[in-house]
C-alpha cells in the first residue's frame, strides 16, 4: 500500500469514527433530553393537529406538570381525553376558556384550540385530583415522533443504520480475507 493510500484509508477511518461518535452522542443527548423532565415531575405529549397552531404548532413538544384541579383557571393549557360520548378517543391539548360550577359539585371545564374559532361542543369535569397543565413546548421535536408513529419510516430508520454496519462489517471481512491471501502468496513469491 502506497504512503498516499495509506494516508486515504487512516482519513477515511478517523472520519467514519468522528461520524459514529458524533452520532451516538446526539442520540444520547436526546434520550437524555427526553427522559430528563420526568425526573422533574414533567408529561411530554407531542402536539400532532392544528388546533392550537400559533401557539402550540403541529410537531411541537409540550411539557406538563401536575396541578390541583381546583387551582386550574381559565387560560391554562392542558392535555386531557374529552367525554367518552363526543366520539374524541385521543388526547386534546386545548386553552381552558371557561369554568363553572357543576351541578352536583365540582367544576364544569371549556376548552378551545386556539387557532379553531369556536369552543370545544363539549363541556366535562375532571375526574382526578391533578390534571397537567402545559408549562412550556419545544417546536419542531415532535416531528421526529410523529414520523416513527409510522411503521415504514420505523423500518428505514432502523434498516438504514442496520444495513450501513452490516456493509462495514463485510468490507472489514473482505479487506482481512485480502490481507491473508497476500501474506500466503508472499513467503512463495521469496521462494521462488
Known amino acids: 500500500m502506497s504512503t498516499s493510500e495509506h494516508r486515504r484509508t487512516t482519513i477515511a477511518r478517523r472520519t ?20 430528563a423532565p420526568s425526573l422533574f415531575g414533567f408529561s411530554r405529549y407531542v402536539i400532532t393537529g392544528p388546533s392550537m397552531t400559533g401557539t402550540y404548532d403541529r410537531g411541537s413538544v409540550v411539557f406538563e406538570k401536575p396541578v390541583d384541579v381546583a387551582d386550574l383557571e381559565v387560560g391554562d393549557v392542558i392535555t386531557y381525553t374529552p367525554p367518552a360520548d363526543t366520539g374524541v378517543t385521543w388526547l386534546v391539548t386545548h386553552r381552558i376558556v371557561d369554568i363553572e360550577p357543576a351541578e352536583g359539585g365540582g367544576l364544569l371545564f371549556t376548552t378551545k384550540g ?6 370545544d361542543p363539549w363541556h ?17 421535536v415532535g416531528w421526529l415522533f410523529i414520523a416513527l408513529a ?43
Open 16 to 35: 467514519g469514527r468522528w461520524a459514529v461518535s458524533t452520532a451516538t452522542l446526539l442520540v444520547i443527548l436526546f434520550c437524555l433530553a427526553w427522559i
Open 114 to 119: 386556539d387557532h379553531n374559532p369556536d369552543p
Open 124 to 140: 366535562f369535569q375532571l375526574v382526578d385530583q391533578d390534571q397537567p397543565v402545559v408549562q412550556a413546548g419545544v417546536p419542531y
Open 150 to 192: 409510522d411503521k415504514q419510516t420505523r423500518m428505514l430508520a432502523i434498516g438504514v443504520p442496520a444495513l450501513l454496519i452490516a456493509l462495514g462489517a463485510l468490507r472489514q471481512l473482505v479487506s482481512a480475507t485480502r490481507e491473508t491471501v497476500r501474506e500466503r502468496r508472499r513467503p512463495a513469491a521469496l521462494e521462488a
